[in-house]
């Protein structure tokens, strides 16, 4: 079970894990609660370089689509294919088996406008 | 990751109506909705459950079991009186006055350029005694077209006068002295279990009078009682399965909800919100008022020509149908369907070739069929099935084929 302490937050309702240079990059449990089952993924390809901000998959349920934004520059070394197979990782394993991208960092600085996870969680008007 | 189009069903378009503070509404049935982990999203005003876990699953079961959703939202006129068959015939679309006791009709509220109101169930409970079921997000629509029907219909008729012997009244609004459009959706809840198990699980269910289910066809409806209370109980639904829609005084809403469900849940009912109701209804091919139908469009567009009465009768709109009947350069309602996962949403252009000739009213990754299942306006001369459009799908265009609707159609 990953440690949500561990993880920054973005108010787009994004998660990352930070490993060295590379970050993991998955949308919340709000947010895939939100989107209600996820039926259809669509991730970049790898090696594609992406500026923060960017648009770079869609996350679509049978009611809404999802855009996935790069939380930071960087270069993408790694899509989650099992999430491409089985959209509803998104769904049962936000945090886990749902991620979505991996992002070789352009620098070690991260991005202002993180959150952790007592923060975000206030931001989405719950209770931990 | 932001969303671009809102998480809930869709609502009808327009400024949503709200109760006089202003507030978003509750059905009686919150209580039970926050209990079972609903998420709520605004639908015509109202707060409803969109989903309750998985709107895949509450899918599934009302496609392979059953699904039990609240829809008290849904508006409520009684009409009555001497003359009212004759009224509805004058105020609709369709010929309601010869349909029998008992039996239920699908309809339309048209403005007098034709364009759609709203649609509506009209069912017949006694002689001159109609119930008619409203879009929640039209119910003020509805009022006021009624209201000004009542004063200029072509009728000469009594008003008001006691309930005819065995129908029975609810919430004890109606009663001696009536108006003859009386708007009675404040004092009752609406319940639907729809699905294969249905028929099973209402003659299960504690406190149902089941005499009135023996025998009950599909479109027609039978009053009988709850725990005492009255319960209309019709053979009706938006699903596209067999399913019964039981309608009662409020106060026995949480109550019936609970009924039902300690006789479905063995036979795997699920909770189902309106996430699941609209790919339901979309994969049945029924239209959505705001999304199909509006102001607009007339019934031919929609492929609803079959509800319209054909006679001399002058009902309101009529004049307009008959003036657009040679008009043939209107687009008309098709169903759309495409290879892959990527579906085609409400709003999205539809192309032939490089040409925009629509605009998707409804789609969706059909979770039945596995595929994606669209509606779309188009030119007739492109309405043909098998003809090969294409859908702009944020940009990239996804090949789509006329297809004869529904998209599901049960299994007898």
Redesign the interface.
């Given at each position: 079970m990953t440690d949500l302490n561990t993880l920054h937050f973005t108010p787009?309702?994004?998660w990352i894990s930070i490993d060295g240079d590379v970050a993991t990059i998955g949308?919340t449990d709000y947010?895939a609660?939100?989107?209600?089952?996820v039926?259809?993924v669509?991730l970049p390809d790898i090696d594609a370089g992406v500026t923060a901000g960017q648009v770079v998959g869609?996350?679509?349920?049978?009611?809404?689509?999802?855009?996935?934004?790069a939380p930071m520059d960087g270069d993408i070394v790694g899509v989650n294919e099992a999430v491409v197979d089985d959209p509803?990782l998104v769904?049962s394993a936000p945090f886990a088996g749902g991620w979505l991208i991996k992002v070789r960092v352009a620098t070690a600085e991260l991005p202002a406008g993180l959150l952790d996870r007592a923060a975000y969680v206030a931001l989405t008007g719950g209770a931990q | 990751?932001?969303?671009?189009?809102?998480?809930?069903?869709s609502a009808t378009p327009g400024p949503a109506p709200r109760d006089a503070t202003g507030e978003p509404r509750f059905t009686p049935l919150r209580g039970i909705h926050e209990a079972l982990g609903a998420?709520f999203t605004d639908f015509g005003g109202w707060q409803m459950p969109?989903?309750y876990a998985?709107?895949?699953?509450e899918?599934r079961a009302v496609r392979e079991a059953a699904g039990i959703f609240d829809i008290s939202h849904m508006a409520e006129f009684l009409v009555t009186g001497d003359g009212a068959g004759v009224f509805l015939d004058y105020a609709l679309a369709g010929t309601l006055s010869t349909l029998a006791v008992g039996r239920a009709k699908y309809s339309l509220l048209l403005a007098d350029d034709g364009g759609i109101i709203d649609d509506v169930i009209v069912y017949c409970l006694g002689p001159e005694w109609y119930l008619v079921i409203a879009n929640a997000g039209n119910r003020a629509a509805v009022a006021e077209a009624f209201a000004e029907r009542v004063a200029r219909a072509p009728v000469a008729a009594a008003f008001g006068g006691e309930p005819p012997a065995g129908v029975q009244v609810f919430g004890g609004i109606v009663g001696g002295g009536l108006a003859r459009v009386e708007d009675v959706s404040d004092a009752c809840a609406l319940i639907a279990v729809q699905g294969p198990r249905a028929r099973e699980i209402v003659a299960a269910t504690a406190g149902v009078d089941a005499g009135a289910l023996d025998g009950l066809a599909y479109y027609a409806a039978a009053q009988g009682t709850f725990a005492g209370d009255p319960l209309l109980l019709a053979r009706t639904g938006y699903t596209g399965e067999d399913g019964y829609e039981l309608l009662v005084p409020n106060a026995r809403a949480a109550e019936l909800w609970q009924a039902l469900t300690a006789a479905g849940a063995p036979l795997g009912m699920l909770p189902a919100g309106l996430?699941s109701r609209?790919?339901l209804r979309l994969e049945a091919g029924m239209p959505l008022y705001g999304h199909e139908l509006s102001r607009e469009v007339l019934p031919a567009q929609a492929g609803l020509g079959r509800v319209v009465a054909q006679g001399e009768g002058e009902f309101v709109g009529r004049e307009a149908l008959l003036a657009s009947a040679s008009d043939a350069s209107r687009p008309v309602l098709v169903g759309l369907v495409a290879e892959g996962?990527?579906?085609g949403?409400a709003g999205y252009a539809v192309f032939d070739g490089d040409t925009q000739v629509g605009e998707v009213t409804s789609g969706?990754?059909s979770?039945t069929l596995g595929h994606p299942i669209a509606m779309a306006f188009v030119p007739p001369a492109l309405a043909d099935a098998g003809t090969v459009l294409s859908i702009d799908v944020?940009g990239t265009r996804v090949p789509a084929t006329v297809t004869a609707l529904p998209f599901y159609r049960r299994k007898k």
């Open positions: 787009e309702h994004e949308i947010a609660e939100q989107l209600g089952d039926v259809f669509e869609e996350i679509e349920s049978t009611k809404s689509v999802g855009e996935l934004f509803s769904n | 990751m932001t969303t671009a189009s809102p998480a809930g069903a998420t969109v989903r998985s709107d895949l699953a899918h996430a609209d790919t996962r990527c579906a949403r969706a990754l979770p944020r």
